[in-house]
């Protein structure tokens, strides 16, 4: 290599080693020789293409799959949720039903918590079930009280409501179905369910009040995520309830510029003693990234001294950013530094990255790897041959990759959700990669909200 494209090299290594950008006071001369991939013209224009391609945002947020993100909920998950929303933290729901009959009035008394399960309900996709047990009192005036047992199984849609872009998920009692061989009762040793009119009179009494009284519970609420400048949006618009898996999905789509066809699994199982999970495809992470750096929460651009610098000629652009299965959650990153002074040599470098995820006191925390220089054009081009110059600045504070790594943190991070009147406090257990993208398995505690 000549003395002119070495000190070049070594200017813009020492960019790059800063945010894929270092600082040096190296000053090289203006010739570019005949290799055209030099020029600086030409590179300005390739990286203005670059730059058209992303960071933009759809107008609107897709109602339909793929999904690039889903939250996973077990039965027992749900089970809890629901039990808060339907009874305070800590509580037992009160399904008390005081029906008047002439001159007496019958009681249910719900023995226990209701139990959720996730079975398949015909004609109703997104149902759930909830089984109660009751003791059964009947008051006939002076003949005084009799006593009895029951059970009974009802299937509740799940229904999805959006409002500026907050989810709702709800359980709509006010809709619940019910069959009558869903209902049983026996009072001193008399199975009711042998005599039918009693038998339809009272269900359909239970039944009605049920509607009446409980009508629609909030599930778990989803609130807009505080990324960026708010912009973007992260909305649930789908339920799938997995009977076999015994778990609850909810598709989750976005504003930002995904690829099309980039879907995680929503029929998903989760071992025993797990309550929830968030996957987050690939591009979705790659999408949010390629939007910070857009709003200027991740630097693009740097001037010589390897500083943030909205007018500086040093411009760093993702390239790609993918998972695979590995023994270590990994999120392997290429971006390319680009140098566009007229006075200098011109072109970008290739660079490759590894960020590491890793449960950090209860949560995720992203830890950026080594980088490599792997391939480029023109100056970048002559970095990529002398790995070296890399080598000799490793120690050297790298701005871009450090703010990179943070607002992957922060997309991959979700540490509340809301209840009625209580909220998730959420840890993180574990984080693993496969080729379809993050996955987070989490635990949560429910708390009253103040």
Known sequence: MNLIKQHAARRLVRHLALGATLATTVVVSSCRGLDPTFSCTDQAEALAVELAKVGYLRDTVPTFAPYAMAMVLSEQGLNEMLTTSLGGVGDVPNFDIILNI????????PVGTPELTLEHVAGCETCIRMYTKFDLNVLLGDMGIINGIGDFTIAVPLELKIYDNTSYLVARFDELIFEPEDFNMSVEGIDLNDIKAIKEYLQTLVFRQIRDGIGEVLVVQFDPWSIGDEKVVLAAREVFVNPEEKTLVLGIATNLDVAQGAGV??????????KMRVTFHAELIEAMAQRMLEEGYIPRHYNENGDPDPNGLITATIDGMTTKSSAEATIDTTFRVWQTDPEQYCGYATVEMPLFLRIIDGGLG???????????????????????????????????????????????????LRLDGAVLAITTNEVSTDANGVHVDMDFDIIPSN
């Open 102 to 109: 002439g001159p007496g009035e019958i009681s249910f008394v």
């Open 265 to 274: 699994e929503t029929k998903v199982g989760l071992e025993a003693d797990q």
């Open 366 to 416: 992203v830890q950026p790897g080594e980088i490599k220089v792997t391939g480029g054009e023109g100056i970048g081009k002559v970095i990529a041959d002398n790995n070296e110059l890399v080598e000799e600045n490793k120690d050297v504070v790298n701005e871009f990759r450090t703010a990179l790594a943070e607002q992957v943190g922060i997309t991959v991070n979700y540490s509340e």
